[in-house]
């Protein structure tokens, strides 16, 4: 027990600097509690992995800000553009009641609709062409497998014949900096997909709402007369806010997400209550129990990384959702022109 309270206590517990992979540093702090340890960790090939892991994950955040940065400004200029079209609607049909201000109005709006929607069509082509989502994808995959490249060497570097002290460093080095620090991770994501994907259904039930009173009152109110049927531009911004809210979804993945980092955290959790009976193994001489177990983490971590990619198409899918909204609105705002030189032409 002392062994390994010993081990435990030398590596210390997790920090929020732990999320780089400094092993040069991280050797200068064990040098004189585990020198052994110390010693591997400033061997070339950790070293250079944790280089590799450093560079990938700078340009792997770098791409995931340029892509949220364009997709996102799409999709807010993409709702605009609707929201300009339904406005235009509206004054089409309120143009008696507006008289000399209708024409002015019309101007305005349409200019501010054709600079949305460049706006949004330019993000897209940002978007597609410059294969931003693709790139994002790319280098957190190398990324991820230049991290779990390190660990794996570590744990599986040797000097000699078994040493269950050095073992057991590898263990609490791998559960600091790798297993600890993953679940916090996870957990930290969870919440942040389910309060994000609440807020999504908060717009999508605005949307509903909206577009049902929107609809019900112009077809009751409108009855009465004609000028009330306006009303119905505002069904438009509803369906427009429901579009918003699905690319949002469908860009986040808060719902999935949410749900696949809970059964990873859940699924790590139950690994690291084992870890006891793992530096037991140890202890007792085990050649294969640090390995098995190390492995046992990483393929989970495999597995939710794998899955994360596979929810890209979903990300190409709410791209190509904007696109075809965007040529929507471009029609209602067509479709409202026409309204209106009807309604001169009268």
């Known amino acids: ?116 929607g460049g706006i949004a069509s330019m993000s897209l082509f940002r978007v597609k062409e410059g294969r931003l989502l693709e790139d994002w994808m790319t280098a957190r995959a190398r990324a991820e497998t230049k991290r779990l490249s390190y660990f794996r060497h570590i744990v599986n570097s040797s000097d000699g014949p078994l040493d269950p002290q050095l073992e057991l460093l590898k263990l609490e080095y791998f559960r600091r900096y790798q297993l600890d620090l993953q679940l916090a991770y996870y957990r930290t994501r969870r919440s942040g997909h389910r309060n994000s994907a609440e807020r999504t259904l908060d717009i999508s039930a605005v949307s509903v709402l909206v577009a049902a009173i929107a609809s019900g009152a112009a077809g009751v109110l409108g009855a009465l007369r004609s000028d009330w049927a306006a009303l119905g531009s505002l069904a438009v911004f509803g369906a427009a806010l429901q579009a918003f809210a699905a690319a949002r979804e469908a860009l986040n993945q808060d719902r999935r997400n949410a749900e696949r980092y809970d059964n990873t955290a859940q699924a790590l959790q139950g690994l690291r209550e084992r870890i006891d009976d793992v530096r037991q193994g140890i202890v007792a001489g085990s050649t294969s129990v640090l390995g098995e177990y190390v492995g046992a983490v990483q393929d989970q971590l495999s597995l939710e990384h794998r899955q994360w990619l596979e929810g890209a198409e979903n990300m190409h899918a709410a791209v190509a959702r904007l696109e075809k909204a965007l040529s929507g609105g471009a029609s209602q705002k067509d479709a409202a022109s026409s309204a209106d030189g009807a309604n001169q032409k009268d």
Do not use: C
Request: hydrophobic share 55%.
């Open 1 to 116: 027990m002392t062994i390994m309270l010993d081990a435990a206590g030398i590596i210390g517990s997790d920090s929020p600097s732990d999320y780089r992979l400094s092993p040069i540093e991280h050797a200068e702090q064990l040098g004189t509690a585990a020198p052994q340890l110390a010693a591997l960790l400033t061997r070339s090939a950790p070293v250079e992995l944790a280089q590799q892991y450093a560079d990938a994950d700078t340009e792997a955040l770098a791409a995931e800000r340029t892509f949220k940065r364009w997709v996102i400004r799409a999709n807010w200029a993409v709702l605009t553009t609707a929201t300009v079209s339904a406005l235009l609607m509206a004054v089409a049909l309120l143009g008696g009641i507006l008289g000399g201000l209708t024409q002015p109005t019309l101007i305005v709006l349409a200019l501010i609709g054709v600079a949305t």
